[in-house]
Nanobody, 125 residues
Framework: QVQLAESGGGLVQAGDSLKLSCAAS????????MGWFRQALGKEREFVAA????????SYADSVKDRFTISRDNAKNTLYLQMNSLKPEDTAVYFC??????????????????WGQGTQVTVSS
């Protein structure tokens, strides 16, 4: 049974940094593409970043490019999202998601069958 557990969310001020973690269990972690998504209140869940199973390739939403960095440690079965220069519009619940590895880094939520419960990130102005 695949389980994903996010942590590291919190309340920060604009311009601050925050690092999210996602611990995976019940899964052969190196075999999975991993992604971060977020959902703001009243809005649809949206793609943030994705990383291949080896970590060699990444993809980012334009809104977070050059501010956020996705990474993974396959030895620790953990996915990370380093968020710098946070803005109030980054406020959302952040979810990690997993799908079996493929050559394509997909950005749509429907491509990912496994999801964590989410962690709240709130950025005050």
């Amino acid at each position: 049974q695949v389980q994903l557990a996010e942590s590291g969310g919190g309340l920060v001020q604009a311009g601050d940094s925050l690092k999210l973690s996602c611990a995976a269990s019940g899964v052969t972690f190196p075999a999975y593409v991993m992604g971060w998504f977020r959902q703001a209140l009243g809005k649809e869940r949206e793609f943030v970043a994705a990383i291949t199973s080896t970590g060699r390739r990444t993809s980012y939403a334009d809104s977070v490019k050059d501010r956020f960095t996705i990474s993974r440690d396959n030895a620790k079965n953990t996915l990370y999202l380093q968020m710098n220069s946070l803005k109030p519009e980054d406020t959302a619940v952040y979810f990690c998601a997993a799908k079996l590895s493929s050559s394509v880094l997909q950005t749509d939520t429907g491509a990912y069958p496994y999801w964590g419960q989410g962690t709240q990130v709130t950025v005050s102005s």
